[in-house]
């Protein structure tokens, strides 16, 4: 409970954000279990309850079931008041969802792109947002924010420093996004978007500890520490697909030799198909389907790399949970045996007691949800702090 001292309305700010949270996380409830739940007096429960009605953010449902005595007023969230667009920019797509302040889908839109330049994709980008925010429907607060997942280094301010595989480099998106819309914009790094995708509507939800490793054409990881994503100093951590599992292994693009995302990713399975004659993730999987067996043993190869630097994770972090997602997560069935195996014939024994290895539950959408998550959030942390 706030104490009522200093500040009057920095007071009224912070009980009006352990209000909102007591909707948000248990609706439908009560004033009287609001107060309850956070030692509130019920007058100043009633009181801003009334301001969140008033800024449409919660929903008088009328009396709810009651044991006997007079039925109280159950809340809710208005969960419709405003929407959320998210970005996952690709290397090869961008994808966009328009979501609810749940996080729900409301729509989709998916374009291929064929030249990866700043300034044919970023025209493409701004209309995929356009095209979503023509969707939402009536409602008081409108887009309330954007939130786009790129594959690249991201700074503070929301520029791409460095993104390799579109050979972009100082693309300031978000100023040039929040320009053209004028709602807030964030950018971050699609494998942390991915980590945060899970963690909210995946396979993460409830788990404090979460290592999310995207393993498409190369491979990054976002990680969830004590439910929060841990960025570091600059906001670069998680390049693991940098981290070297062969000394005098092949030289990487980054400097370095032996990296990880060699002898794991996407581009190493490609890489290892071609001479069998594939050229694609979709024939490979045709072929592993179909029995080929020369196929199998790639994907169990791949597996085991994947292992190898997932039980390096598992001795740094101990986390509760490390998610595979991105695009090797469809070779689940022929490489999934593979990665437990490993993991588990080499990661130490006490970081494995309650150590689950998964696969991304919301698949292709992993990055796109956890960027309109971010809208969201950054959303309802202001509404929090206005007091309404
Ligand atoms: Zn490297």
Same mark, same amino acid.
Request: proline content about 4%; glycine content about 12%; some cysteine.
């Given at each position: 409970?706030?104490?009522?001292?200093?500040?009057?309305?920095?007071?009224?700010?912070?009980?009006?954000?352990?209000?909102?949270? %007591?909707?948000?996380?248990?609706?439908?409830?009560?004033?009287?279990?609001?107060?309850?739940?956070?030692?509130?007096?019920?007058?100043?429960?009633?009181?801003?309850?009334?301001?969140?009605?008033?800024?449409?953010?919660?929903?008088?449902?009328?009396?709810?079931?009651?044991?006997?005595?007079?039925?109280?007023?159950?809340?809710?969230?208005?969960?419709?008041?405003?929407?959320?667009?998210?970005?996952?920019?690709?290397?090869?797509?961008?994808?966009?969802?328009?979501?609810?302040?749940?996080?729900?889908?409301?729509?989709?839109?998916?374009?291929?792109?064929?030249?990866?330049?700043?300034?044919?994709?970023?025209?493409?980008?701004?209309?995929?947002?356009?095209?979503?925010?023509?969707?939402?429907?009536?409602?008081?607060? $409108?887009?309330?924010?954007?939130?786009?997942?790129?594959?690249?280094?991201?700074?503070?301010?929301?520029?791409?420093?460095?993104?390799?595989?579109?050979?972009?480099?100082?693309?300031?998106?978000?100023?040039?996004?929040?320009?053209?819309?004028?709602?807030?914009?964030?950018?971050?790094?699609?494998?942390?978007? $991915?980590?945060?995708?899970?963690?909210?509507?995946? %396979?993460?939800?409830?788990?404090?500890?979460?290592?999310?490793?995207?393993?498409?054409?190369?491979?990054?990881?976002?990680?969830?520490?004590?439910?929060?994503?841990?960025?570091? +100093?600059?906001?670069?951590?998680?390049?693991?697909?940098?981290?070297?599992?062969?000394?005098?292994?092949?030289?990487?693009?980054?400097?370095?030799?032996?990296?990880?995302?060699?002898? @794991?990713?996407?581009? @190493?399975?490609?890489?290892? @198909?071609?001479?069998?004659?594939?050229?694609?993730?979709?024939?490979?999987?045709?072929?592993?389907?179909?029995?080929?067996?020369?196929?199998?043993?790639?994907?169990?190869?791949?597996?085991?790399?994947?292992?190898?630097?997932?039980?390096?994770?598992?001795?740094?972090?101990?986390?509760?949970?490390?998610?595979? $997602?991105?695009?090797?997560?469809?070779?689940?069935?022929?490489?999934?045996?593979?990665?437990?195996?490993?993991?588990?014939?080499?990661?130490?024994?006490?970081?494995?007691?309650?150590?689950?290895?998964?696969?991304?539950?919301?698949?292709?959408? +992993?990055?796109?949800?956890?960027?309109?998550?971010? @809208?969201?959030?950054?959303?309802?942390?202001?509404?929090?702090?206005? $007091?309404?």
């Amino acid at each position: 409970m706030m104490k009522q001292t200093g500040d009057l309305s920095l007071v009224k700010k912070m009980n009006t954000a352990i209000v909102l949270d %007591a909707v948000l996380r248990h609706a439908p409830l009560s004033r009287a279990q609001i107060s309850e739940r956070t030692g509130l007096n019920k007058a100043t429960v009633s009181s801003l309850v009334q301001d969140l009605i008033d800024s449409h953010l919660v929903l008088d449902l009328g009396p709810g079931e009651s044991s006997g005595g007079r039925k109280p007023n159950l809340l809710q969230f208005r969960s419709r008041s405003g929407h959320a667009v998210g970005i996952d920019l690709g290397v090869n797509y961008i994808r966009g969802i328009l979501t609810d302040l749940e996080g729900c889908v409301v729509a989709e839109r998916r374009i291929a792109l064929k030249a990866h330049d700043a300034k044919s994709v970023i025209p493409q980008l701004l209309a995929c947002i356009e095209a979503l925010r023509g969707e939402i429907p009536p409602c008081p607060y $409108g887009m309330v924010g954007i939130g786009i997942g790129v594959p690249g280094l991201v700074n503070e301010d929301g520029t791409i420093l460095f993104a390799p595989n579109l050979s972009w480099t100082e693309v300031p998106l978000r100023a040039i996004a929040e320009e053209r819309f004028g709602v807030p914009v964030t950018i971050d790094n699609e494998a942390n978007a $991915g980590a945060q995708g899970e963690q909210r509507y995946g %396979a993460g939800r409830g788990i404090a500890n979460q290592i999310y490793v995207s393993a498409g054409i190369g491979i990054g990881t976002g990680m969830i520490l004590n439910k929060e994503l841990y960025k570091g +100093s600059g906001g670069f951590s998680g390049e693991l697909g940098h981290l070297s599992i062969h000394a005098d292994g092949k030289p990487c693009r980054c400097g370095n030799r032996g990296c990880w995302e060699l002898y @794991a990713s996407e581009n @190493a399975l490609l890489e290892q @198909a071609e001479p069998l004659g594939f050229h694609d993730l979709d024939g490979l999987l045709e072929a592993a389907g179909q029995g080929r067996e020369d196929v199998v043993a790639l994907f169990e190869r791949i597996g085991e790399a994947l292992g190898v630097g997932i039980a390096n994770i598992v001795n740094v972090f101990n986390p509760d949970v490390v998610i595979i $997602g991105n695009e090797m997560r469809r070779a689940e069935a022929w490489i999934g045996g593979a990665v437990q195996r490993t993991v588990a014939a080499r990661a130490l024994a006490h970081h494995q007691r309650k150590l689950k290895v998964l696969f991304a539950e919301q698949g292709e959408k +992993s990055a796109v949800r956890g960027a309109a998550y971010y @809208a969201i959030s950054s959303f309802l942390a202001k509404m929090k702090g206005s $007091g309404a």
